[in-house]
Nanobody, 127 residues
Framework: HVQLVESGGASVQAGETPRLSCAAS????????LGWFRQAPGKEREGVAT?????????TYADSVKGRFTVSQDNAKLTLYLQMNSLKPEDTAMYYC????????????????????WGQGTQVTVS
């Protein structure tokens, strides 16, 4: 069964440090490019952090989260994580996990149009 399942979303106070998880089926995790995206009410979905899950683990971060969010992987658990630090109210959004297979010729893309499999999302609300 091909799937991505996000979890870990919550209503938190600014400054809290939640961690989002994205559990993937084996066939999905074997795709080499996974990423986190978010969509706030009334706004377009935007890339947050992406990673090639093969050797090297090249990552890309949106400028808005650099230094605050960290994307990581657990190959044994087939899970992608997003550690969120120094949260701000403007980080409030539905957070999605996505995947695609890509030749690793450039850094993993942040554009949502580059990804073709999506999870259902998990809500993060920061107050």
């Amino acid at each position: 069964h091909v799937q991505l399942v996000e979890s870990g979303g919550a209503s938190v106070q600014a400054g809290e440090t939640p961690r989002l998880s994205c559990a993937a089926s084996k066939s999905v995790y074997d795709r080499n490019c996974l990423g986190w995206f978010r969509q706030a009410p009334g706004k377009e979905r935007e890339g947050v952090a992406t990673i090639y899950t093969g050797t090297g683990g090249v990552k890309t971060y949106a400028d808005s989260v650099k230094g605050r969010f960290t994307v990581s992987q657990d190959n044994a658990k087939l899970t992608l994580y997003l550690q969120m630090n120094s949260l701000k109210p403007e980080d409030t959004a539905m957070y999605y996990c996505a995947s695609v297979w890509k030749y690793e010729l450039t850094t993993p893309p942040l554009a949502q149009s580059s990804y073709n499999l999506w999870g259902q999302g998990t809500q993060v609300t920061v107050s």
